[in-house]
């Protein structure tokens, strides 16, 4: 089966605050929307890379990116980007979704999550274990409840589904979703967890760019 990637980049980068895309925020020269997409590609198990950027991106990615991997323009919120890149993907039978934001993750974790997919596995999802307790709040800021640690996982990408468990995921979505296996869980599918890598981590806000600044320099990339 063809192992299709799409990459989800169009995202503002508010919490970052880089004062562009946070996909175009560099590490060591490169984006980090180039370095993710390396990664995919080193893994040696994906067959082509779909990017979502910013509509006033597209044109300036097109010829950035290596020769084969497709560009398209992302929406207002991350379902929307991800609903793009299926559209441009009709020839997958293996989708993998993998934040731009994640531009450290090691290949190895990606080939984890294919060869999953491969072993007959509909939809899988790297995971740590948490290492804060988790509360959950009101509206209020009021303590509702305290989830055992134990049972919680944080969840990285990518996020790997067969095509056609994924596209029926999307056609029923009717609200956004934090993260693409939400939208297979809410159908009632099987999501099934690997172990994930701490490289794997979201550049989220300016301490993790800082975090990734400091591996890319003592690091062997
Ligand atoms: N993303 C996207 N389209 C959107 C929103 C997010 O493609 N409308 C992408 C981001 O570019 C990122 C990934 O989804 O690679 C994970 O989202 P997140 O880390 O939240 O990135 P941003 O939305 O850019 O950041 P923020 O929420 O701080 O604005
Ligand atoms: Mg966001």
Known sequence: GRVVALVPAAGQGVRLGAGIPKAFVTLRGETLL???VDGLLASGVVDRVVVIVPADRVAEVRTELPDGVDVVAGGAERTDSV??????????DLLLV????RALTPPDLVARVVAELRAGTDAVVPVLPVADTIKTVDAHGV??????????????????FSASVLRRAYAAAESV??????????????VRTIPGDPLAFKITTAIDLALARALCDEGPW
Do not use: I, Y
């Open 34 to 36: 180039r370095l993710s």
């Open 83 to 92: 609903r793009a890149g299926l559209a441009a993907a009709p020839d997958a």
């Open 98 to 101: 993998h934040d731009a934001a």
């Open 143 to 160: 303590v509702t409840g305290t989830p055992e640690r134990a049972e919680l996982r944080a969840v990285q990408t990518p996020q790997g």
């Open 177 to 190: 979703a934090t993260d693409d296996a939400g939208l297979v869980e809410r159908l009632g599918g099987r």
